[in-house]
């Protein structure tokens, strides 16, 4: 590699933009709008239901899962009437955790967008909880948990896990749908996500089976705590999980969120761990990565084991200011990303994983050629930036701008040794996250590269 070509490469300025990196007047007033006394009411109203288990259906007005998604769905209708509102219902048959055949019901609130309607981000947490009720003398192997008896508890409150989530979920609804943007909004409280992910199971199946285009899924899952079982509290960081591989475009999403939050409210850190979520674990962002969507996971880094699934998951031991610090960082990075033009497109594969389209290549022999193609309206994209890393870097180091052009060569820049990737800035100076240029992910049988 030639050094000082890339030391030149590492230490151009952007250029040509005057407020990217900048803050956007319409993103700080989603944050300075968040009200911990308004998610406070949310917790208390969510706790109040006694037990949401998604097999607690009972026929009351305000007891029960289904007293629970009826109310959620009357507060996203008051927030104004832009929002669509429905209700998302699967029918579910008896089977494992779920105790009896039910309706399985998603509340969901969406947003049409205007100039990108067609590219969606989904904010989500589940509106399920769950008290367990263990068995004795259980042989090892079996399944400890009585999940019929769990199921007819008549109090689990579920306050961090995960009305917090619902209630971020509920306060940017009600912040976000005062304005216009350019993607969609869609605002889900899951169901049934104690019992299997079987809320986002279903509705990420009828999301790809429809093509739909998820430009980022937010998924809050224990956002209510900040004090750990063990005496630890941590009130200004948030763990952000994401799925491999290292630049899948779930792990892109959380860099660009541990970014936005940098810019937009340093004193709070977006965390990002690279790992699909905590260790044999998972949350209702999993089945969106797991058919290619990007997808994220928040949540405390102080969970109390002792209080989850328990009846001590009240709100006296959870804390509205904390969840309110998270949603102001939900808010700053799903406002970004709904303002910013799609990401780039870098590359296209057949079924058989050869490359179609827009790639990366050595030029002719030395060099970095990098070629993409626009995934919204040219006419809202004022130019692109280059970023680099090296393969063991976790974090883009150096961002090169390079104008309006939709490919680009860089001299001498050997693309063996580093990472590259390109993102899309607005003529508003919003940027979209950073698409890597990647390896086709060979198996057994795919042809040998010759070389």
Same mark, same amino acid.
């Given at each position: 590699?030639?050094?000082?070509?890339?030391?030149?490469?590492?230490?151009?300025?952007?250029?040509?933009?005057?407020?990217?990196? $900048?803050?956007?007047?319409?993103?700080?007033?989603?944050? =300075?709008?968040?009200?911990?006394?308004?998610?406070?009411? *949310?917790?208390?109203?969510?706790?109040?239901?006694?037990?949401?288990?998604?097999?607690?259906?009972?026929?009351?007005?305000?007891? /029960?899962?289904?007293?629970?998604?009826?109310?959620?769905?009357?507060?996203?209708? #008051?927030?104004?009437?832009?929002?669509?509102?429905?209700?998302?219902?699967?029918?579910?048959?008896?089977?494992?955790?779920?105790?009896?055949?039910?309706?399985?019901?998603?509340?969901?609130?969406?947003?049409?967008?205007?100039?990108?309607?067609?590219?969606?981000?989904?904010?989500?947490?589940?509106?399920? #909880?769950?008290?367990?009720?263990?068995?004795?003398?259980?042989?090892?192997?079996?399944?400890?948990?009585?999940?019929?008896? #769990?199921?007819?508890?008549?109090?689990?409150? /579920?306050? #961090?896990?995960?009305?917090?989530?619902?209630? @971020?979920?509920?306060?940017?609804?009600?912040?976000?749908?005062?304005?216009?943007? %350019?993607?969609?909004?869609?605002?889900?409280?899951?169901?049934?996500?104690?019992?299997?992910?079987?809320?986002?199971?279903?509705?990420?199946?009828?999301?790809?089976?429809?093509?739909?285009? @998820?430009?980022? *899924?937010?998924?809050?899952?224990?956002?209510?705590?900040?004090?750990? $079982?063990?005496?630890?509290? *941590?009130?200004?960081?948030?763990?952000?999980?994401?799925? =491999?591989?290292?630049?899948?475009?779930?792990?892109?999403?959380?860099?660009?969120?541990?970014?936005?939050?940098?810019?937009?409210? %340093?004193?709070?850190?977006?965390?990002?761990?690279?790992?699909?979520?905590?260790?044999?674990?998972?949350? =209702?962002?999993?089945?969106?990565?797991? @058919?290619?969507?990007?997808?994220?996971?928040?949540?405390?880094?102080?969970?109390?084991?002792?209080?989850?699934?328990?009846?001590?998951?009240?709100?006296?031991?959870?804390?509205?200011?904390?969840?309110?610090?998270?949603?102001?960082?939900?808010?700053?990075?799903?406002?970004?990303?709904?303002?910013?033009?799609?990401? &780039?497109?870098?590359?296209?594969?057949?079924?058989?994983?050869?490359?179609? /389209? %827009?790639?990366?290549?050595? $030029?002719? $022999?030395?060099?970095?050629?990098?070629?993409?193609? %626009?995934?919204?309206?040219?006419?809202?994209?004022?130019?692109?930036?280059?970023?680099?890393?090296?393969?063991?870097?976790?974090?883009?180091?150096?961002?090169?701008?390079?104008?309006?052009?939709?490919?680009?060569?860089? &001299?001498?820049?050997? *693309?063996? =040794?580093?990472?590259?990737?390109?993102?899309?800035?607005?003529?508003?100076?919003?940027?979209?996250?950073?698409?890597?240029?990647?390896?086709?992910?060979?198996?057994?049988?795919? &042809?040998?590269?010759?070389?």
């Amino acid at each position: 590699m030639n050094r000082c070509l890339l030391l030149l490469v590492f230490s151009l300025p952007l250029c040509g933009q005057v407020s990217s990196k $900048g803050i956007h007047p319409q993103v700080k007033k989603i944050i =300075d709008a968040v009200s911990e006394e308004r998610i406070a009411k *949310i917790l208390r109203k969510l706790e109040s239901f006694g037990s949401r288990n998604t097999n607690y259906d009972l026929d009351s007005p305000d007891r /029960g899962n289904v007293a629970a998604r009826t109310w959620i769905s009357k507060e996203f209708q #008051s927030y104004s009437p832009k929002l669509q509102v429905h209700f998302d219902t699967h029918r579910i048959s008896k089977q494992g955790r779920i105790v009896k055949d039910l309706d399985l019901v998603n509340v969901v609130a969406v947003l049409p967008g205007t100039t990108q309607k067609e590219h969606e981000i989904l904010i989500s947490g589940h509106y399920d #909880s769950l008290q367990i009720v263990r068995k004795q003398n259980v042989p090892a192997g079996q399944d400890a948990v009585d999940w019929v008896a #769990s199921a007819e508890q008549a109090h689990a409150p /579920g306050v #961090s896990d995960d009305a917090s989530g619902v209630a @971020l979920v509920m306060e940017l609804a009600r912040i976000m749908s005062a304005y216009e943007w %350019p993607k969609t909004l869609v605002f889900v409280a899951f169901a049934g996500e104690e019992q299997g992910l079987f809320g986002s199971r279903a509705y990420a199946k009828d999301a790809h089976e429809a093509r739909r285009k @998820l430009a980022g *899924i937010f998924n809050n899952d224990i956002i209510g705590n900040d004090l750990s $079982g063990d005496g630890r509290r *941590i009130t200004d960081l948030v763990n952000v999980y994401s799925g =491999d591989p290292m630049d899948s475009s779930s792990r892109a999403l959380a860099r660009y969120v541990r970014e936005v939050a940098e810019r937009y409210d %340093p004193a709070m850190k977006a965390n990002p761990v690279f790992r699909g979520d905590r260790f044999s674990r998972g949350g =209702d962002h999993t089945p969106f990565h797991d @058919l290619g969507y990007p997808a994220i996971r928040f949540t405390t880094p102080v969970e109390n084991y002792a209080n989850q699934h328990s009846a001590t998951d009240t709100f006296e031991n959870a804390s509205p200011s904390y969840t309110a610090r998270v949603t102001r960082v939900n808010g700053a990075a799903v406002a970004s990303l709904a303002l910013a033009p799609a990401a &780039p497109e870098v590359m296209r594969t057949n079924a058989s994983g050869v490359v179609t /389209g %827009p790639n990366l290549t050595r $030029g002719k $022999g030395y060099d970095a050629a990098m070629k993409w193609v %626009p995934a919204s309206d040219p006419d809202e994209i004022a130019g692109y930036s280059i970023a680099v890393r090296s393969t063991t870097a976790p974090f883009w180091e150096r961002e090169v701008y390079v104008g309006k052009v939709t490919e680009y060569l860089m &001299p001498g820049l050997s *693309i063996d =040794d580093i990472v590259l990737g390109v993102r899309a800035i607005g003529k508003n100076g919003v940027e979209s996250p950073i698409s890597a240029y990647t390896l086709v992910q060979r198996n057994f049988n795919s &042809p040998a590269p010759s070389n």
